[in-house]
Nanobody, 120 residues
Framework: QVQLVESGGGLVQLGGSLRLSCVASGSGFSISSMGWYRQPPGKKREFVAVIISGETTNYDDSVKGRFTISRDNAKNTVYLQMNSLKPEDTAVYYC??????????????WGQGTQVTVSS
């Protein structure tokens, strides 16, 4: 079983920055892509960013130019650097990983979420 644990959330002022981290732990697994979703208050979970094994990245238009996703494969960790934060970035942020134990079947695992609150 794989577990993903996020950290780095908190309260920040308008225009501030936060860096989220997500570590995948377990044994005998490999990860293809890792990424982030968020769920604003009263809304559905929405895509934020993804990084494929290697350096290929994709972002939602709402965060392009402000957020940067990166990955440390040796540590099974994905990061989300968030700059120029806005109140509309307030949400619970969830990381995910596409994981396989045998290289042929893949499953999506989710973290428990970390709260990000941007005050104006």
């Amino acid at each position: 079983q794989v577990q993903l644990v996020e950290s780095g959330g908190g309260l920040v002022q308008l225009g501030g920055s936060l860096r989220l981290s997500c570590v995948a732990s377990g044994s005998g697994f490999s990860i293809s892509s890792m990424g982030w979703y968020r769920q604003p208050p009263g809304k559905k979970r929405e895509f934020v960013a993804v990084i494929i094994s290697g350096e290929t990245t994709n972002y939602d238009d709402s965060v392009k130019g402000r957020f940067t996703i990166s990955r440390d494969n040796a540590k099974n960790t994905v990061y989300l650097q968030m700059n120029s934060l806005k109140p509309e970035d307030t949400a619970v942020y969830y990381c995910y990983g596409i994981v396989s134990s045998d290289g042929s079947s893949w499953e999506q695992f989710w973290g428990q979420g970390t709260q990000v609150t941007v005050s104006s």
